[in-house]
Every structure is written in C-alpha cells, then in structure tokens.
C-alpha cells in the first residue's frame, strides 16, 4: 500500500514555479498521450490521470481537448523560437539571399523531432479534427512570420511596400510547410533543405527580385 504524506501546515494556492509545474505536467501528458494514442483516442480523464492533477485543476486551464492542443502548439513554438531562432540575412542582400536563409532556418526547425512528429500526428488526425491543422497551421505560421516581412523589405534588389513583403513572407511559410508535408509522405525523395531553398527563392525572385531604379 502506498505511503502518502501527509501535510505539515495549512494548504495555501501553488506558488508561482507551483502553477508553472503544473501546466508543463498537463501539456506534457497530453502531448505524450496524443503522439502514443492518438487525438481522439485520448481523454480528458487519462491526461489528468497521467499528469497528477484533479479534475477541476485540469478544466478551469483548459475547457476541452482543442484548448489543450493550442497550448500545447503554442508553448512548443514558443520553445522553438527560442531553441531554432530565425535567422536573417544582412540588411542590404539581394531578395534571393534573404529569403534562401530564412527557408533554411524554417526547414531545419521543421526538420526537428518534436516538430515532425506533431506533423505526423496532424497527418493522422486531419479527417477527423481538421481544426487541430488550422491550429498548427495558425501558430506555426504567425512564429515563422516574425521578422521576415521586415527582413524581405530591407532587400537591397527590390523595393517592396509592408504589404508586399508580408504577402512573400505568408506565401513562403506556406510553400514551406506544404514542401514539409510532401517530404513525409515521399521519404523516397528527399530534397536537401539548401536545395529546397534555392528553388523556391528564385521562383520568388523572378517576380520581385528587380533593381530599384528600374
């Protein structure tokens, strides 16, 4: 029979590092049992079971399963962005090479374990949720997004107004999650990311990518 501890003093609210160990042991949980179960295999009940917590510590965080599958997109991308930063070429080089550095950057994060197989699990589950992929899609974009709008208008080749460096930088993230998407169902043909890059930047380029005084 289990020990249990008992309390020494008056119970009070979880500290700070309390509330914050709480959360990571309910996104933890949920994430471990979706990528293992599946999305709609997995209950509410089992998370909370899995994570240590009541009930009513699990629903006043997070009301239903799509609420925790945004948080757990949203604090794994938050990770991301700290783990793969963008990075960006320097103020002044041509569209091409701008947007060559940055497909790189995006396609090596993608490339990342955690990531590919929250992809894989959106593959498997896209029937029935389509909302889980709109979530992704949704978060993953608006990480991958910041900077590059900023990025594409200092480009010393072209002069691009905000709205037409925002509309290069979405279409980009958009070709690079598609490209992503294509390489796991096709592991036979595998692009290397440089590669990659490289095409897809200078289909960009023959559009945009003219001198300023033309």
Request: hydrophobic share 40%; proline share 6%.
């Amino acid at each position: 029979m289990p020990i249990v501890a008992r309390p020494t003093g008056k119970r009070g609210r979880p500290s700070r590092d309390g509330e914050r160990a709480i959360t990571v042991s309910i996104l933890d949980a949920a994430l471990k049992l979706f990528l293992e179960f599946g999305y709609g295999a997995t209950s509410m009940k089992r998370i909370g079971e899995v994570a240590g917590v009541a009930p009513n510590t699990l629903y006043a965080r997070y009301p239903d399963k799509a609420d925790l599958f945004r948080a757990i997109i949203e604090w794994k991308a938050a990770l991301w962005k700290v783990t793969n930063p963008p990075r960006f070429a320097p103020p002044g080089s041509t569209l091409y090479d701008v947007l060559k550095v940055a497909i790189i950057a995006m396609l090596e994060a993608m490339d990342r374990d955690d990531i590919s197989a929250i992809g894989l699990l959106l593959a498997m589950e896209a029937g029935r949720f389509p909302e889980l992929a709109l979530i992704y899609h949704e978060v993953v974009t608006t990480a991958g997004h910041y900077g590059l709008p900023e990025s594409i208008q200092s480009c010393g080749d072209c002069d691009l107004s905000e709205q037409e460096a925002g509309d290069i930088a979405r279409t980009v993230i958009e070709c690079i999650v598609g490209h992503t998407k294509l390489q796991a169902f096709d592991g036979t043909n595998v692009e290397p990311h440089r590669k990659a890059a490289e095409r897809i930047a200078s289909i960009f380029t023959r559009r945009w990518g003219q001198p300023r005084d033309r």
